[in-house]
C-alpha cells in the first residue's frame, strides 16, 4: 500500500497542469506515493502532451466523456489503495515542504478525516476559502447579505493549525479510512459544492477537518470557464444540491428566503457577466491592463530566454538576476520567477510578502511562461 494518492483532474490546461506535476514530484520526493491524473476529455492536446512529458510515470486515465470533477475522482479513488488520497487541482502548485508537513500532521492526529492548507491567491495574499465553515441556513443568509466572517472562519490565526469544517477541493488531503466511512464524493455534484458536502459528511462520521499551515497557489479558475452561462448555472446549482440535501427537511420559512436568495445572486452573477461581455464588445478596455509590466527575475539563461519573449509579444518587461532588489509590489505588475533558480516554497513566500503584485513563472525547460491571466511560449 502507497503511502499517498495524489489525484488532478485535467481539463484543458495542459501547461498548468504540467507545472502542478512537477511540483507535487518536488513534494513527494522520499514519500511513497503516486500520481493520478484523469483527463475530462480534454480536446486540445492535453492527453498527448502528458504522454510526452511525464510518459509512464504518472498514471493517466482518459475518459470519452467530461464526467465532472466529483465523478473523475471518484474513479482515480477507487484504483487506488494508499492510506492517503490528496485532491489537487491542476491550476495549482505546492511548495517543497506541503505536502510532508499536513502528511505529518494527520499521521500525529488520527482523528482528523481530512485537511486542507493556507492557498495563496495569484498576488499571494491569502485566500479565504482556505478556511470555511458549514454555510448552514442563517451563515449562508448572512453571507449573501455581505456579512462572510462566520462563513469563512475569519477568528482563526493564519500561522497556526486550526479545526475547520470544510476543506477546499483544490487541496484536500483525505484518510481512507474515513473515506471508507462516509463515502467518495457525491457524483450528483458536477462540479463546486462537492468539497462541502464531503467535509459536512466526514465531521457527520465522527472525524475531524483540519486546517495546516502550509502553502500554495491557486490560480483559481483557470481550469474553468468563469465567464458562460454553464458556469453560473452549475456553481449556484451546486449550492442548491447541498441546501436540498441537508436542510431540504426545515420549515418553508426557513427555506425560501435561501432558495430566494440564491437565485437572486445567480441572476446578478449573469448580469455581470453580460455586463463585461458588452464592454469587450465595444472595445472599452480596463487603462490598468494596458499597462501591465512584467518583471523577470532568475538565472542570465532565463533572462536571455524572457527578453527574446518579451520582444516577440511586445511585453513591457524589466530583467532582475536573482537576488537583485525586486520593485515594490504593486497592481497591474506580475514578477516572474525562474523555476529552476527558485524552490517553489521560495517563490509562495516571496509572493507573500509582495501582496500586489501579480505571481508569475518561467521553466526554461519548456520555455513557458505562466500567470493567472495567461500562459505564453
Not at 482523528?111 to 485566500?127: K, L, S
Not at 454555510?135 to 455581505?146: A, D, E, F, H, R
Request: charged content about 25%; glycine content about 8%.
Amino acid at each position: 500500500m502507497n503511502k499517498l494518492t495524489v489525484v488532478i483532474i485535467s481539463y484543458r490546461v495542459p501547461q498548468y497542469l504540467e507545472q502542478c506535476i512537477v511540483s507535487v514530484r518536488r513534494a513527494t520526493e522520499g514519500i511513497d506515493s503516486e500520481i493520478i491524473v484523469v483527463d475530462n476529455h480534454s480536446d486540445d492536446g492535453t492527453v498527448e502532451y502528458l504522454k510526452e512529458r511525464f510518459g509512464k510515470s504518472i498514471t493517466l486515465i482518459e475518459s470519452n466523456h467530461n464526467l465532472g470533477f466529483s465523478k473523475a475522482n471518484n474513479i482515480a479513488i477507487r484504483q487506488s489503495t494508499s492510506e492517503y488520497v490528496l485532491l489537487l487541482n491542476p491550476d495549482t502548485f505546492v511548495a517543497e515542504d506541503s505536502i510532508k508537513t499536513v502528511l505529518q500532521f494527520m499521521d500525529e492526529h488520527p482523528n482528523v478525516g481530512g485537511a486542507g492548507v493556507m492557498m495563496h491567491n495569484a498576488n499571494g495574499t491569502a485566500a479565504r476559502e482556505s478556511r470555511r465553515g458549514i454555510p448552514t441556513p442563517y451563515v449562508s443568509l448572512l453571507k449573501m447579505l455581505g456579512n462572510s466572517s462566520r462563513y469563512y472562519l475569519s477568528h482563526l490565526p493564519w500561522d497556526e493549525p486550526g479545526r475547520i469544517d470544510v476543506m477546499s477541493g483544490a487541496f484536500c488531503l483525505l484518510r481512507r479510512e474515513a473515506l471508507a466511512r462516509v463515502g467518495l464524493l457525491d457524483e450528483e455534484f458536477f462540479m463546486y459544492g462537492e468539497d462541502i458536502d464531503l467535509s459536512y459528511r466526514i465531521l457527520k462520521g465522527g472525524y475531524e477537518n483540519w486546517y495546516v499551515p502550509a502553502h500554495i497557489v491557486h490560480y483559481k479558475g483557470e481550469s474553468t470557464q468563469k465567464s458562460s452561462f454553464r458556469y453560473v448555472h452549475v456553481f449556484y446549482q451546486a449550492m442548491l444540491i447541498f441546501f436540498r440535501k441537508h436542510y431540504g427537511h426545515l420549515s418553508l420559512l426557513v427555506t425560501l428566503p435561501i432558495k430566494v436568495a440564491i437565485y437572486g445572486r445567480a441572476f446578478i452573477a449573469l448580469l455581470q457577466m453580460q455586463y463585461r461581455r458588452l464592454r469587450n464588445s465595444l472595445g472599452l478596455i480596463d487603462p490598468q491592463a494596458e499597462d501591465f509590466e512584467y518583471v523577470f527575475v532568475g538565472s542570465q539563461q532565463m533572462l536571455d530566454e524572457c527578453q527574446k519573449l518579451a520582444r516577440q509579444k511586445g511585453l513591457m518587461a524589466t530583467f532582475l538576476h536573482k537576488g537583485d532588489e525586486l520593485p515594490a509590489g504593486r497592481e497591474g505588475q506580475c514578477i516572474v520567477y525562474d523555476t529552476d533558480a527558485f524552490t517553489y516554497g521560495q517563490i509562495i513566500d516571496m509572493a507573500a510578502r509582495d501582496g500586489k503584485s501579480e505571481t508569475g513563472t518561467y521553466n526554461c525547460s519548456t520555455k513557458t511562461l505562466i500567470t493567472s491571466r495567461e500562459v505564453i511560449r
